[in-house]
């Protein structure tokens, strides 16, 4: 009685790995299809490098921080 509940339970395992395999290598493979579309801009005070997401823009300009937008040179 142990050993058929053991099989039933190997088996209903193997199922689910087989079922949910071909989705989750979709999963993957879409996951590395995608690319990233942030760049890297300088920010005119302070020479450093920026994401665009998280710049600040000030007149076409990419700024790091606050504090350089306000020091911003001419």
Do not use: H
């Amino acid at each position: 009685m142990v050993l058929k509940i053991i099989i039933v339970a190997i088996l209903a395992f193997l199922a689910y790995i087989l079922l949910f395999k071909k989705s989750r290598e979709k999963e993957i493979s879409s996951k590395k299809n995608e690319k990233i579309t942030d760049e890297m801009v300088e920010c005119p005070t302070c020479k450093t490098y920026v994401s665009q997401k998280e710049a600040i823009i000030s007149n076409g300009k990419f700024y790091c921080s606050k504090e350089c937008l306000e020091n911003k040179e001419g």
